[in-house]
């Protein structure tokens, strides 16, 4: 039987550096767009990057990843996990549960 993991959105807060069970926990980075541009803590992107305040033009926004990146991430899990649990941030503020139910 093939073990079970967890995939979350990287809001995610931890209260421990390192803990039991850290190795089947998965992190989808969330995109942040600012200036009409669209930047990924995969891409390296920094929120300190950011400035202090955010003006008319600056418009940040946190995005959800596309279907198609959940889709890629449950594909591969999916030839090591039986079952995957997600946990995301609040559907309400970004829809990370409605693009990761459409990729499954």
Not at 36 to 63: C, H, I, M, R, W
Not at 84 to 104: E, G, H, M, R, V
């Amino acid at each position: 039987m093939k073990p079970t993991c967890i995939v979350t959105d990287s809001s995610v807060q931890f209260n421990k550096s390192v803990f039991s069970g850290q190795s089947i926990i998965n992190i989808i980075p969330l995109e942040v767009s600012f200036e009409g541009k669209n930047a990924s803590e995969k891409d390296g992107f920094q929120l300190t990057s950011l400035p202090q305040y955010a003006d008319d033009t600056l418009q940040p926004a946190v995005k959800a990843p596309a279907p198609e990146k959940f889709y890629e991430l449950f594909s591969d899990l999916g030839q090591t996990y039986e079952n995957i649990i997600c946990i995301f941030t609040s559907n309400q503020l970004i829809p990370c549960y409605d693009n990761a139910q459409l990729a499954a």
